[in-house]
């Protein structure tokens, strides 16, 4: 296998398409368990990490960019980074423990196209964007846009994700991301809601994002979740009991979610139902907060 370490995207582009079967990586935390686990190597693997850009986190004062190999503890060790989306801190410093998450990247943890992956709910919730890069320059899509199926994404032969964009979230607006595993640590999400909730002058919900991991072959958006929210009043740090339900029931009943060792589809519906209620009520508290 070759090994190839660019410090520019220009450089990694061309090694992309200049070889057969060759690959991008980031932290490895992925790539290096499947080739152990006998998944087919790939004859060159690209090192994503010496290129500045794509690891470098700035707050431009309108959005946040995070490259896309950024070691996702950078994330949850940055205090302004926590304060504005203290969501995607928290799914970012769920994955894996101290040690995966010094490697780990979001670019790694979207494009391993794991229904799973704890950042992506988070991200989607956020109306994040990717910036993607190949031999005709740099397009933009919605981060929610890439994962097309496990294992899978939309990205096309020669391209990568050179970075995220974060909208600055207005005044008055939360985040927050649940997930539940059957272990406490160092297991992978039976479900994970990720929430975003913008209030108005008046303390009421002017909108909201809602995203659910592991339900489906990917990421999945709650529409009717999101449009019982919208124009809901906030009494004592909740919406009505009423649209509280029809949260709960939009997040269930918009999962797809399979049966296997960590849960039965009933039983990841009824948490998605429950994480999702829980992430509202967190993203309002905290939009309140601010
Ligand atoms: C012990 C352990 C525990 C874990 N726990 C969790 C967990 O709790 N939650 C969770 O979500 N994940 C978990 N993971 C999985 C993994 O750590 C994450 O998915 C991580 O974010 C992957 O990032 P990476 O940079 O290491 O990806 P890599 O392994 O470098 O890459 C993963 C895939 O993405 C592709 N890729 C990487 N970067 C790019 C890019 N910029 N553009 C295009 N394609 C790219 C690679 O080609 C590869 O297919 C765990 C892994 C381990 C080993």
């Given at each position: 296998?070759?090994?190839?370490s660019?410090?520019t995207?220009?450089e990694?582009?061309?090694?992309?398409?200049?070889?057969p079967?060759?690959?991008?990586?980031?932290?490895?935390?992925d790539v290096v368990p499947?080739?152990?686990?006998?998944?087919?190597?790939?004859?060159?693997?690209i090192?994503?990490?010496?290129i500045?850009?794509?690891?470098?986190?700035?707050?431009?004062?309108?959005?946040w960019?995070?490259?896309?190999?950024?070691?996702?503890?950078?994330?949850?060790?940055?205090?302004d980074?926590?304060?504005?989306?203290p969501?995607?801190a928290e799914?970012?410093?769920?994955?894996?423990?101290?040690?995966?998450?010094?490697?780990?990247s979001?670019g790694?943890n979207?494009?391993?196209?794991?229904?799973?992956?704890?950042?992506?709910?988070?991200?989607?919730a956020?109306?994040?964007?990717?910036v993607?890069?190949?031999?005709s320059?740099?397009?933009?899509i919605?981060v929610?846009?890439?994962?097309?199926g496990?294992g899978r994404?939309?990205?096309a032969?020669g391209?990568?994700?050179v970075?995220?964009?974060?909208?600055?979230p207005?005044a008055?607006?939360?985040?927050a991301?649940?997930?539940?595993?059957?272990?406490?640590?160092?297991?992978i999400?039976?479900?994970g809601?990720?929430?975003?909730?913008?209030?108005?002058?008046?303390?009421?919900?002017?909108s909201?994002?809602l995203?659910?991991?592991?339900?489906?072959p990917?990421?999945?958006?709650?529409?009717?979740a999101?449009?019982?929210?919208t124009g809901?009043a906030?009494?004592?740090?909740s919406?009505?009991?009423?649209?509280?339900a029809?949260?709960?029931?939009?997040?269930?009943?918009?999962?797809?979610?399979?049966?296997?060792?960590?849960?039965?589809?009933?039983?990841?519906r009824h948490?998605?139902?429950v994480?999702?209620?829980r992430?509202?009520?967190?993203?309002?508290?905290?939009?309140t907060?601010r």
């Amino acid at each position: 296998m070759q090994y190839f370490s660019p410090s520019t995207i220009e450089e990694a582009v061309e090694l992309l398409s200049s070889g057969p079967n060759r690959r991008v990586f980031a932290g490895a935390t992925d790539v290096v368990p499947q080739m152990r686990s006998g998944r087919p190597a790939p004859e060159g693997l690209i090192d994503l990490k010496g290129i500045a850009r794509l690891t470098s986190v700035v707050n431009n004062g309108s959005m946040w960019v995070i490259g896309a190999a950024t070691p996702t503890v950078r994330l949850t060790t940055n205090p302004d980074f926590v304060a504005l989306f203290p969501g995607v801190a928290e799914a970012a410093g769920l994955i894996g423990s101290d040690q995966v998450q010094s490697r780990s990247s979001l670019g790694g943890n979207l494009c391993n196209s794991s229904p799973a992956a704890d950042s992506v709910p988070a991200l989607v919730a956020n109306g994040a964007r990717a910036v993607i890069a190949s031999g005709s320059g740099t397009r933009t899509i919605l981060v929610q846009d890439v994962p097309t199926g496990p294992g899978r994404t939309s990205l096309a032969p020669g391209e990568f994700i050179v970075e995220f964009e974060l909208d600055h979230p207005p005044a008055h607006s939360g985040d927050a991301y649940f997930r539940l595993t059957p272990r406490t640590e160092m297991d992978i999400a039976v479900v994970g809601a990720g929430a975003r909730v913008n209030l108005d002058a008046n303390g009421n919900i002017a909108s909201a994002l809602l995203a659910l991991g592991a339900v489906a072959p990917t990421v999945v958006r709650v529409p009717d979740a999101e449009a019982a929210l919208t124009g809901a009043a906030v009494v004592d740090g909740s919406p009505s009991e009423e649209v509280l339900a029809a949260v709960t029931a939009a997040a269930s009943a918009a999962c797809n979610p399979i049966d296997d060792k960590r849960g039965t589809i009933k039983y990841r519906r009824h948490v998605a139902g429950v994480l999702a209620r829980r992430a509202v009520i967190m993203s309002i508290a905290r939009a309140t907060a601010r």
